[in-house]
T-cell receptor, first 114, second 113 residues
Framework: AQSVTQLDSHVSVSEGTPVLLRCNYS??????LFWYVQHPNKGLQLLLKYTSAATLVKGINGFEAEFKKSETSFHLTKPSAHMSDAAEYFCVVSLMNRDDKIIFGKGTRLHILP | KAGVTQTPRYLIKTRGQQVTLSCSPI?????VSWYQQTPGQGLQFLFE???????NKGNFPGRFSGRQFSNSRSEMNVSTLELGDSALYLCASSFGGANTEAFFGQGTRLTVV
């Protein structure tokens, strides 16, 4: 069975410091992995996606994520946090099998301290 | 091009009533998925329609149903509303397939009183 675990429900960092949002997945098949961001009262927006090409994926707004098969992880990072990064972030796993199911993590709320 | 449009944006219903939510996908997208988002449970998958057929279904009771029309627009219906159905309902559209990007609407905020 597939699953996705976001290890932290809340993360607080100071503006200008690095961001790390952790995500682990479980899958019997080769997964596609996504990170989405949701700002308050807004819909979800795709940050980046991994689909078995390069293991280091660069997304929008300076975010990137590295797919590590040995660790079954897909952590999201950014070198320097900005106040506008305050939002909720969702890690998503999707399988290229006949079910085509998409599983969302429970989300990590990122707080940026001035 | 226009994004995913969900109507209405806000809705207040009383227990026992039924409600229908609408989602218009991005032009050309054939897959529409519905999600329920609550503070306690996070984002939970309801169902997905592709070319008018329900292709996947989450673990929700039969009170939750949906359909998709030939123009890919989708509706979700919840009957016999319960207080616990209060949530943000999100719709996402895509071309279909597991590794294609899903585009989300802004959601319908349903409050059951």
């Amino acid at each position: 069975a597939q699953s996705v675990t976001q290890l932290d429900s809340h993360v607080s960092v100071s503006e200008g410091t690095p961001v790390l949002l952790r995500c682990n997945y479980s899958s019997s098949y080769s997964p596609s992995l996504f990170w989405y961001v949701q700002h308050p009262n807004k819909g979800l927006q795709l940050l980046l996606k991994y689909t078995s090409a390069a293991t280091l994926v660069k997304g929008i707004n300076g975010f990137e994520a590295e797919f590590k098969k040995s660790e079954t992880s897909f952590h999201l990072t950014k070198p320097s946090a900005h106040m506008s990064d305050a939002a909720e972030y969702f890690c998503v796993v999707s399988l290229m099998n006949r079910d085509d199911k998409i599983i969302f993590g429970k989300g990590t709320r990122l707080h940026i301290l001035p | 091009k226009a994004g995913v449009t969900q109507t209405p944006r806000y809705l207040i219903k009383t227990r026992g009533q039924q409600v229908t939510l609408s989602c218009s996908p991005i032009s050309g997208h054939r897959s529409v998925s519905w999600y329920q988002q609550t503070p306690g449970q996070g984002l939970q998958f309801l169902f997905e329609y592709f070319s008018e057929t329900q292709r996947n279904k989450g673990n929700f009771p039969g009170r939750f149903s949906g359909r998709q029309f030939s123009n890919s627009r989708s509706e979700m219906n919840v009957s016999t509303l319960e207080l616990g159905d209060s949530a943000l309902y999100l719709c996402a559209s895509s071309f279909g397939g597991a590794n294609t990007e899903a585009f989300f609407g802004q959601g319908t905020r349903l409050t059951v009183v």
